[in-house]
């Protein structure tokens, strides 16, 4: 069996950023494996700009933001194989992967980072009632069309959810001359960035209506009308306040999911609130050596921050390679209370973080004026004013070795959300 | 002149073609939509019934057993994914266990074994049942199918031995004529009408069969549209249950199942609402609602979040609530397989023997001697060792590429599928006879992909790939040019 020091399954932005820094990390022998027939993942979708504020300090397509950090893959020599599907991952780090040159092979990895990234909600998930015509997509499945085979899925389009997805649609089907009819939101508030609900609808005069629903497709063979209608605080549609939009198009930006399937084979523990794997400061999973990071982990909403975590993941499996990763480690659990969904990590070894940790999470709700807070055990330790979160947008907190080794026998670290 | 013209490719007409194709006659299959199995065989339990449920006496029970007894066969011969994971009938704590016993009368009476069994046998069975669970009527002869398979297998065999397929085509009228009976129809694809001579005519129409026995025959037909609405779950909820989960009628309804498909996935449905539209197939709330709602009472904890899709399929119920398969008393030639709602999926295979015997009797058919009974799948790389699977990549490389990542379907397969008699000429063609779209993402990665397998492999132009024929097409232009 071929062996690998580190074995990289997916070639996306996370699995890129992993190799690179894995690489200036001491670690030669690594692969990258991507099922796509190029490195880049769903970036080379993303033909809009907005990428790369953060890193780059300039603002790139999608295409432009994963060409740099292939670059440096390339540049390193960094072994890849496109076209390449992974069937299987073992605990022990057996990974079967399948092409059509090699066939199907199995390699031996000593560490492996996840990162698969996620795939789209289906209408199933949400239980739209109606027919089952053609002209219904996830918004991702419209932009690959469009973006990259040149197509139109339609001409007349509802879009439901706002998420980030949802929204660049709105925009790139208006551009390319469909007429986006209306986006409608379950939810009170936009599951999105403020700059693409602005710069993608209210430049364009479409409108968003927020806690609506679809509750009804017609179309045999094509989607010819949906209807949306208000939702009350349960979310149920409030009788009577129905709309019906012709159209033949309807997208769908209902959430996306960390594709962790491989995951579960390998016996990787799983967050009910992620989906993705649950992690130590590390980003180490409970299986030894497999280490996770990007939208596997947990879904974000930039890209710059998926590059950031997948360095760390990428420097941790070079210490554990090295034999540098210090798993016995004391750990301390951080809770997420209070308005806090989860937090990435979920386990903190006050030891091993060095300088600082970046502890990344997301709210359930919309909250105006109010602070985030950090307690050790009972004693608060940070407290930071914010005017607006939303769950739309990933918020962080920094923890420094410093303050972590003034507690010697913390037991655990609470993130909660309070009013200012 | 064709010796006998069968309408409706779904599983009735597919296996009554079958059944013909043993005998040396020129058999036509016209079917409206763009593929065989467009209809209630799609969207339906996937259940092949023990048969202890039907009336004594009626074809329905008659036919049940029969068909679920040849299943077996039928399985082997065609290349489709049968298993008998057995069955069982639960009764509730609000509930008169004397309603098993009633069954399991019945049961006796159509000669099929079953057996009542207490709570705690069944949990070992089931771990999952509802808390409210006092009892249950166990079948082990219950079992599960794939619908597609099943009509494709029959279909794709018919055509190996003989028999010819017109898709896209509309029966419009049906008189009789000097030497049996002339059909005019509409090619839905061309747009042109064609009249067609027969000797005989075979009605396996569905929901439409009224409509065509009605055409020829004083002896009026009604059959009405009955909804049933399903949930389909992932592949992580396949093994909630490992039998087939129904549960004792109450006065509000016959409840709904929650099974295993033979694939791996968990099915819960169907809601029972007769409409008035044969095309109704849409998913209603209430429908979808009621289907999560029963199930809690037979099994607890269905993995509701796992929801993948959701459909909708419509049974043909004829007012004699029994099967029809018999020549019409006043229509010489013209033989009804009509009714066929449930139990007609486990049905069948018998129904297909015995309207082939009636059109037999008439015509005076004698049988082939070179008949092949076998037909094989699209192949499956899944089921093959490591070094058979690099055997046939090797050979064919195509084999080596997965299309779709959730039910891991490679391209070879999907060539397969469009190359192989019948062959699909749609995603949901490809869909079916494949599995490529029909997991966790629900087509989201595979389409653009799928897509492009079509149009080159049919070949066809992008615009023309449809998601299930005419008037389906997944994209309406060129950007910037629509």
């Known amino acids: 069996m071929k062996t690998y020091d580190l074995i990289i399954i997916g070639g996306g932005p996370a699995g890129l950023a992993a190799a690179v820094s894995a690489r200036d990390s001491g670690i030669e022998s690594i692969l990258i494996l991507e099922r796509d027939k190029n490195l880049g993942g769903i970036l080379n979708q993303c033909i809009h700009n907005g990428f790369g504020l953060h890193t780059?300090?300039?603002?790139?397509?999608?295409p432009e933001y994963a060409a740099r950090f292939i670059e440096q893959?390339?540049?390193?020599?960094?072994?890849?194989?496109?076209?390449?599907?992974?069937?299987?991952?073992?605990?022990?780090?057996?990974?079967?992967?399948?092409?059509?040159?090699?066939?199907?092979?199995?390699?031996?990895?000593?560490?492996?980072?996840?990162?698969?990234g996620c795939r789209e909600r289906p209408r199933g998930a949400l239980n739209i009632p109606g027919y089952r015509p053609a002209g219904i997509y996830s918004a991702g499945t419209a932009q690959r069309l469009v973006n990259m085979e040149g197509v139109m899925p339609g001409k007349e389009v509802v879009i439901l959810g706002s998420g980030d997805i949802g929204l660049i649609m709105a925009r790139r089907m208006t551009l390319e001359g469909a007429k986006v009819k209306v986006?409608?939101?379950?939810?009170?508030?936009?599951?999105?960035?403020?700059?693409?609900?602005?710069?993608?609808?209210?430049?364009?005069?479409?409108?968003l209506k927020l806690s609506h629903t679809v509750v009804d497709i017609?179309?045999?063979?094509?989607?010819?009308?949906?209807?949306?209608?208000?939702?009350?605080?349960?979310r149920k549609p409030i009788p009577g306040t129905e709309e019906r939009y012709t159209c033949d198009t309807l997208l769908l930006s209902v959430g996306l999911i960390p594709e962790n399937e491989l995951s579960r084979s390998a016996g990787v523990e799983l967050s009910p609130v992620t989906s993705g794997p649950v992690v130590n400061d590390g980003l180490e999973t409970n299986v030894d050596g497999i280490f996770a990071c990007g939208n596997v982990l947990h879904v974000h909403d930039l890209v710059d921050f998926v590059s950031q975590e997948a360095a760390a993941a990428g420097r941790n499996a070079a210490k554990y390679i090295q034999g540098a990763f210090d798993q016995n480690a004391r750990r301390v659990r951080i809770c997420a209370e209070g308005g806090v969904r989860y937090t990435v990590p979920s386990y903190v070894r006050p030891s091993e973080i060095g300088d600082m940790l970046t502890v990344r999470f997301r709210v359930g709700d919309v909250y105006k004026n109010h602070a985030i807070a950090v307690y050790f055990d009972d004693q608060q330790i940070s407290r930071r004013s914010r005017k607006v979160m939303a769950p739309g947008e990933m918020e962080q907190v920094i923890l420094t070795g410093k303050q972590l080794s003034q507690y010697p026998d913390l037991q655990k670290i609470t993130i909660r959300i309070e009013e200012a | 002149m064709f010796d006998t013209v069968i309408i409706g490719a779904g599983v009735t007409g597919s296996a009554i073609a079958r059944e013909l194709s043993r005998y040396q006659a020129r058999i036509l299959v016209v079917e409206r939509e763009e593929d065989v199995c467009c209809g209630t065989s799609k969207a339906n339990s996937a259940i092949v019934h023990a048969g202890f449920d039907a009336e004594p006496g009626s074809l329905k029970a008659e036919m049940n057993v029969k068909g679920n007894r040849m299943m077996d066969q039928i399985a082997q011969e065609l290349d489709v994914p049968f298993k008998r994971n057995g069955s069982i009938v639960v009764c509730t704590k609000d509930q008169d266990p004397a309603g098993l016993e009633k069954l399991a009368e019945r049961g006796r009476a159509n000669g099929v074994p079953t057996q009542i069994l207490s709570r705690e046998a069944l949990l070992e069975k089931e771990p999952n049942l509802a808390d409210d669970v006092t009892c249950g009527l166990f079948a082990p002869t219950g079992g599960i199918v794939c619908p597609f398979e099943l009509t494709m297998g029959f279909a794709e065999n018919a055509v190996m031995n003989g028999a010819q397929f017109s898709l896209n085509t509309q029966v419009r009228s049906i008189e009789k004529s000097e030497?049996?009976?002339?059909?005019?129809?509409?090619?839905?694809?061309?747009q042109q009408e064609e009249t067609i001579e027969t000797k005989t005519v075979v009605n396996a129409a569905g929901v439409y069969a009224d409509e065509f026995n009605n055409m020829v025959s004083a002896h009026k037909m009604h059959i009405t549209a009955r909804k049933g609405e399903y949930i389909l779950l992932d592949k992580t909820a396949g093994k909630h249950v490992s039998s087939t989960i129904f549960q004792l009628p109450t006065a509000m309804g016959k409840g709904v199942l929650v099974t295993p498909t033979v694939h791996g996935n968990l099915l819960v449905g169907p809601t029972a609402v007769d409409v008035d539209d044969k095309e109704a197939v849409n998913t209603t709330p209430a429908g979808l609602e009621a289907v999560q709602t029963v199930s809690a009472r037979s099994v607890r904890n269905v993995p509701l979040r796992q929801v993948i899709t959701s459909f909708a399929g419509l049974r043909a119920h004829e007012d004699g609530d029994d099967f029809i398969i018999a020549?019409?008393?006043?229509?010489?030639?013209?033989?009804?397989a009509a009714g066929i709602e449930s139990p007609g999926l486990s049905s069948a295979p018998a129904i297909g023997v015995r309207a082939a015997q009636i059109i037999r009797d008439i015509l005076h058919l004698t049988l082939k001697d070179n008949f092949n009974p076998i037909r094989k799948a699209v192949l499956r790389p899944s089921s093959l060792s490591l070094e058979e699977r690099n055997e046939l990549i090797r050979r064919n490389p195509a084999y080596g590429n997965i299309i779709c990542r959730c039910e891991m379907i490679t391209e070879g397969e999907i060539m397969d599928a469009i190359h192989r008699p019948l062959g699909?000429?749609?995603l949901d063609g490809v869909k079916r006879r494949t599995r490529a779209g029909m997991g966790r993402c629900q087509a989201g990665f595979c389409t653009p992909r799928t897509m492009e397998i079509l149009e080159r492999e049919v070949p066809m132009s992008v615009f023309e790939v449809g998601k299930n024929g005419i008037g389906s097409n997944l994209v309406v232009g060129i950007n910037k040019e629509v």
Not at chain 1, 183 to 205: H, T, W
Request: charged content about 25%.
């Open chain 1, 218 to 234: 017609e179309g045999k063979n094509r989607v010819e009308a949906v209807t949306i209608a208000e939702v009350g605080p349960d």
């Open chain 1, 183 to 207: 986006v409608a939101e379950l939810m009170p508030y936009s599951g999105g960035l403020k700059r693409n609900i602005v710069q993608c609808l209210d430049d364009f005069g479409i409108p």
């Open chain 2, 424 to 426: 699909a000429r749609s």
């Open chain 1, 73 to 116: 893959v390339k540049e390193r020599g960094i072994e890849y194989k496109l076209n390449t599907m992974v069937m299987d991952i073992t605990p022990e780090k057996v990974v079967t992967v399948m092409n059509r040159e090699d066939g199907l092979q199995q390699l031996q990895a000593k560490a492996i980072i996840l990162a698969m």
């Open chain 2, 179 to 190: 030497n049996g009976w002339r059909l005019t129809v509409y090619h839905r694809d061309t």
């Open chain 2, 327 to 336: 020549q019409a008393q006043d229509a010489p030639g013209f033989v009804n």
């Open chain 1, 56 to 62: 780059f300090k300039e603002e790139l397509t999608g």
